[in-house]
């Protein structure tokens, strides 16, 4: 229970900013510290403040001086109106092309991209049409380039990247000016950043303490440079596509010793606050101890999803709060990293490790130097056969994830591994409105292990996207006892199951905008959907649920969609083997109510059940098979005002597709490629006991061929309020008008009542 003498919201957002001074303040945090609900609204007023803050550079003038008293303006670099303005105003930067589909040419690189924009310059994706290779170039925005201060930062990132010759440190291969604006040409890295590779879910124990260690050694070569990068953050951060090589980059702010003095000086802020060294906030002078700190917001980071610090910060405040050891938020983690990672984000610079390259031969498994007197070594991060593998990585230059079958380091943890008599599995409470363990499903998921259930108690809506991508995370259940509704905005999956087995996700309702899928299912899962809503606009173009590259059964189950009801817009379902054969996958007992095609299945499938669903206005089920697809089942679904019931798109049939036991209400057609009509479907395909009652549209010779056509049907009710919806009265001959024997004897998803 709160104290009853909680701050009001005036305070609590005076805090947040970080306009309350002491003595106020320290009893104000005191009580936070204490109070759950009070730290939740200081949470979300810190977030609320973000999005309020205006988007500022330093004003640059002629006078250095200007960068030194700290003064912002308000400044937007590119246009806000969308993409295509932001193309527009690209484009009016570079010259002329002289390949067809470039968006234009800086110096002797062709441009085809725009990677990303920020407060100094636009990162674009070009050729080198010499060396034939992909490059970055950077290059400073038109209203800074006039400035004398930001050309000479701009130049001064070049130097420091050029002094570096690092696999974890971007490369810089020129700089030059193009209609006097400054760029420089860097390494294209082909992956994502950091940020990106967790904003899915956390990292698992190998993964992290891999790209921690691969960080802490590129640190520890742009420090022996004398360069102080000062913005270390997962989004400054890349990660190589197929190697998991990381890579430093954006050393805009980047502070050289010997002329920092001059452009980014003492008692001046620069940084990302939430990854901000608490010296850096004071406006002090940051050196190689800024960075270890940044380093340490990152491993928590990515063992989290969040920076410790989420509050922002300002001069001469300190940060927010002791954030909470990792060694309970993550169990599963090496035993000394929660230690590591305490001493990186002390407040004292003092008392942080002494450099990267120490930092790096902890993450080795290496002892730590000794302490103060008296002398006493600290404990090993990693031990035995994993620190062995890690250093003879590390000599060998060679640091990749073990379990993804690269050469290198293979990650062992030194803990015993629990047995399953050791745990018993847990049920984690979730509620926004109080009486519960947790406030979001975020931090539940965090502390959760195998086996555990996350129970959401209020009917409330959250806006978190939720991640199952770590083996910790194997047969959790997620489950919403009251209906709540996940309504994540600004992301493309509200929630993503991949490479998890046993996940299941009960009881939600999905609020999902038009650009959303709700559910995407990727890899070997076996995930169990079960029990949820649906709702999307109806001009929706992505599937609510999309089951794709090499879904398929983990723990002896396949992937099932089942007892769900679906209010689509263009497509409810989409089980894809385009990017991967997709094998193992359950549709059953569902209602689609609306939507152009409920069921998609394409490409390259195997073992797909679709049945007992009620298909209600709108295309039932569309194929696009490739021939190798087998054991595909149609069986047992009533489709009411269809205008197609099944649609076959592709020339090619695979054997193995059976279709059965269905009833067919008031539809209109089948739909058939150019050229191949229903008798060599039939020839091609098991099509039997399906029961079509056919409108004046439909073509009763080609309905013929893969359903009995009949009269009207007998059916209790056709309304979808009714709990007899679509049910057949007792005694109908729909009862024992399907295949039988090991097949069900009824034709259609409800079988006759009183059965």
Known sequence: MPPPSCPDRNTLRALARGDLTDPPRAAVRGHVDGCRECAEAVRALVGEEARRAPVTVTRLGSDPGDVANGSTVPYRSTPASGPAAVLRWVRGLLAEPTLPDALGRVGGYEVVAVLGHGGMGVVLRGWDPRLRRPVAVKLLIPQLAAHPVARARFEREARAVAAVRHPNVVGIHEIGEQGGLPYLVMEFVDGHTLADRFRDGTLDAPTLVGFARQVADGLSAVHARGIVHRDVKPSNILVEAGTDRVVITDFGLALLGREGSDLTSAGHVLGTPSYMAPEQVRGDRADHRSDLFGLGCVVYAMAVGRSPFPVVQSPGRPAWGPPRPLAELRPDLPAGLSDLVRQLLAEDPADRPPSAAAVRDRLDGKPA?????????????????????????????????????????????????????????????????????????????????????????????????????????????????????????????????????????????????????????????????????????????????????????????????????????????????????????????????????????????????????????????????????????????????????????????????????????????????????????????????????????????????????????????????????????????????????????????????GR
């Open 369 to 753: 130097p000794p302490a103060n007197p008296p002398r006493r070594p600290r404990r090993r991060l990693l031990a035995g056969a994993a620190a062995a593998a890690v250093a003879g990585a590390a000599a060998a230059g060679v640091l990749g994830r073990g379990v993804s079958g690269l050469p290198g380091w293979a990650y062992r943890d030194p803990r015993p591994a629990p047995g399953p008599a050791d745990r018993v599995p847990r049920t984690l409470t979730v509620a926004q409105t109080g009486g519960a363990e947790f406030r979001t499903i975020g931090d539940a998921l965090a502390l959760a292990a195998p086996g555990d259930t996350v129970r959401v108690l209020d009917a409330g809506t959250y806006r978190e996207a939720v991640a199952f991508s770590t083996p910790r995370l194997a047969s959790v259940t997620l489950e919403a006892a009251a209906r709540a509704t996940l309504a994540p905005e600004r992301v493309e999956y509200a929630v993503t199951i991949k490479n998890t087995p046993g996940v299941v996700l009960r009881g939600f309702r999905f609020e999902s905008p038009a650009d959303q899928i709700a559910v995407v299912v990727l890899g070997p899962t076996g995930a169990l959907l079960e029990d949820l809503t649906f709702d999307q606009p109806p001009h929706a173009t992505p599937a609510a649920v999309y089951v794709c590259q090499g879904a398929g059964p983990a723990l002896g189950q396949p992937n099932r969609i089942r007892n769900s009801t679906f209010r689509c817009g263009k497509r409810a379902v989409v089980v894809d083997g385009n990017a991967g054969a997709v094998g193992g996958v359950e549709v059953a007992g569902n209602r689609f109510l609306r939507g152009e095609v409920h069921v998609v299945v394409c490409r390259a499938v195997e073992d797909v059940s679709i049945r007992d669903n009620l298909f209600c206005r709108g295309d039932a089920v569309a194929f696009d098979l490739d021939p190798p697809s087998k054991n595909v089942r149609v069986s047992n679904n009533t489709c009411w005002l269809t205008p197609r019931w099944l649609r076959v798109l592709s020339r090619g049939f695979p054997n193995d597709v059976s279709v059965f036991n269905n009833l067919v209400l008031e539809a209109d057609a089948v739909e058939l490629p150019a050229g191949v009509d229903a008798p060599d479907l039939a020839r091609a395909w098991s099509i039997h006991h399906n029961r079509w009652e056919p409108t004046p549209r439909t073509d009763h010779a080609r309905a013929g061929a893969v359903a009995e056509v009949v009269g009207p049907v007998d059916l209790i009710s056709r309304d979808e309020d009714d709990p007899n919806f679509l049910r057949p009265p007792p005694g109908s001959p729909l009862g024992s008008g399907g295949a039988g024997g090991e097949l069900p004897a009824h034709v259609g998803a409800v079988p006759p009542a």
